[in-house]
């Protein structure tokens, strides 16, 4: 059954769209995180570990919430590989070495993209689409990825 939210069906479709790459930008970062999580090598070893999973942990319910957003509209989530890589902004490439200063400025340019494509979308979702709910959810994910972003960004002082 379509969803019947006050929001016409072709603002609701093209919410979803913009969240769908939003859902596939967290999905790349998240792993990249975990590949942070699971191969930084340095002196800084163990806190880096812990920090990176911390991170994750985070893009996982980030990711959750994303998703099960995109089934409050009325729509399916992207959950494959094929479609996370065809709707992503962020790349997959990674860095030369394992060091924590490359895992952090890494993934600080993924969180400032994100940042940037939510504050692109958070007007837009409630002026253009009249979806005020969306609106407010993504501005809740900026200031997530803003805090993160701010933690990766202090252990580059």
């Given at each position: 059954?379509?969803?019947?939210?006050?929001?016409?069906?072709?603002n609701?479709q093209?919410?979803?769209?913009?969240?769908?790459?939003?859902?596939?930008?967290e999905?790349?970062?998240?792993?990249?995180?975990r590949?942070?999580?699971?191969?930084?090598?340095?002196?800084d070893?163990?806190?880096?570990?812990?920090?990176?999973?911390?991170?994750?942990?985070?893009?996982?319910e980030?990711m959750?919430?994303v998703a099960?957003?995109?089934?409050?509209?009325?729509?399916?989530a992207p959950?494959?590989?094929?479609?996370?890589?065809?709707?992503?902004?962020?790349?997959?490439?990674?860095?030369?070495?394992?060091?924590?200063?490359g895992?952090?400025?890494?993934?600080?340019?993924d969180h400032?993209n994100?940042?940037?494509?939510?504050?692109?979308?958070?007007?837009?979702?409630?002026?253009?689409?009249?979806?005020?709910?969306?609106?407010?959810?993504?501005?809740?994910?900026?200031?997530?990825?803003?805090?993160?972003?701010?933690?990766?960004?202090?252990h580059?002082?």
């Open positions: 059954m379509k969803a019947s939210i006050g929001i016409s069906p072709a609701l093209a919410v979803t769209v913009e969240l769908s790459k939003l859902l596939a930008d999905f790349v970062l998240y792993t990249k995180t590949n942070a999580h699971w191969n930084v090598e340095a002196p070893f163990h806190s880096m570990h812990v920090f990176f999973e911390q991170q994750y942990e985070q893009l996982d980030i959750d919430s099960e957003r995109i089934r409050q509209l009325g729509h399916y959950a494959t590989l094929k479609s996370f890589l065809s709707l992503t902004h962020l790349t997959e490439q990674l860095g030369e070495r394992n060091d924590s200063l895992f952090i400025k890494e993934l600080l340019i400032e994100i940042i940037i494509f939510l504050r692109e979308n958070i007007n837009k979702f409630a002026s253009e689409y009249g979806d005020l709910g969306s609106s407010d959810f993504i501005t809740g994910l900026m200031e997530d990825h803003e805090k993160m972003a701010w933690f990766l960004r202090a580059l002082k």
